[in-house]
């Protein structure tokens, strides 16, 4: 099994940087991918970015430029990175595990971060 534990949220100013933190343990060699999403007041969940265990990556429309998704130690520990904080960047951030199935084939649960709050003032 894995559990992951998100950190790094708080109150920032427009135009700060902020760098948030997935810490992973358990199982983790299961893990395939990892995945940062969030979800603003009143909305519903968004994917943000995405990192693979070969290091590739990918973002979303309105993530890219001003986000940076990136690891240590294959998936041990997943950041990101935000750049040039904006008032439409407060949310609740969330780090989502993707999970390989087992070697013989049966599929196994994926795992969310219980989550970290970002606050954006002006």
């Known amino acids: 099994q894995v559990q992951l534990v998100d950190s790094g949220g708080g109150s920032v100013q427009a135009g700060e940087s902020l760098r948030l933190a997935c810490a992973a343990s358990?199982?983790?060699?299961?893990?395939?991918?990892i995945r940062w999403y969030r979800q603003a007041t009143g909305a519903g969940r968004e994917l943000v970015a995405e990192i693979e265990r070969d290091g590739s990556t990918r973002y979303s429309e309105a993530a890219e430029g001003r986000f940076a998704i990136s690891s240590d130690n294959g998936l041990n520990t997943v950041y990101l990175y935000l750049k040039n904080a904006r008032l439409q960047d407060a949310a609740a951030y969330y780090c989502?595990?993707?999970?390989?199935?087992?070697?013989?084939?049966?599929?196994?649960?994926?795992?969310w971060g219980q989550g970290t709050q970002v606050t954006v003032s002006s």
């Open positions: 358990g199982n983790i060699r299961s893990i395939d991918r």
């Open positions: 989502y595990a993707v999970i390989g199935p087992t070697p013989w084939g049966e599929r196994r649960p994926n795992i």
